[in-house]
């Protein structure tokens, strides 16, 4: 048996398994969690930087809003997320950019 360690967010694999079908669905688990870190991480940086823009009235709120909405989109056909809460934060950020354009 292989001594192999890795580090989940809950749990810390001890060894690695001695059936060759876990062994691979071990190493394809650990590389989609770091993938999917990835991705969400690029999320939250772009509905970030889109409540920036409209915090501060920028020109580029409306592309930063675009780029988003995309990145939403994406994260829901990647099931990162549920659609419901792609919605809900496409409906946020449009309610919050359309504010900011009555205020200007």
Do not use: G, W
Not at 37 to 65: G, H, P, Q
Not at 66 to 94: E, M
């Amino acid at each position: 048996m292989v001594k192999y360690s890795m580090l989940t967010k809950s749990q810390e694999v001890k060894s690695l398994p001695n059936i060759k079908s876990a062994i691979k669905r071990v190493k394809v688990t650990k590389a989609k969690t770091l993938k999917n870190a990835m991705r969400k991480s690029a999320l939250k940086t772009a509905v970030k930087k889109c409540k920036e823009a409209i915090a501060k009235n920028d020109d580029s709120a409306v592309e930063s809003f675009k780029k988003a909405v995309k990145a939403l989109d994406k994260a829901v056909a990647k099931k990162l997320i549920h659609k419901n809460t792609a919605a809900r934060k496409k409906s946020q950020l449009a309610k919050a950019l359309n504010a900011a354009k009555a205020a200007k």
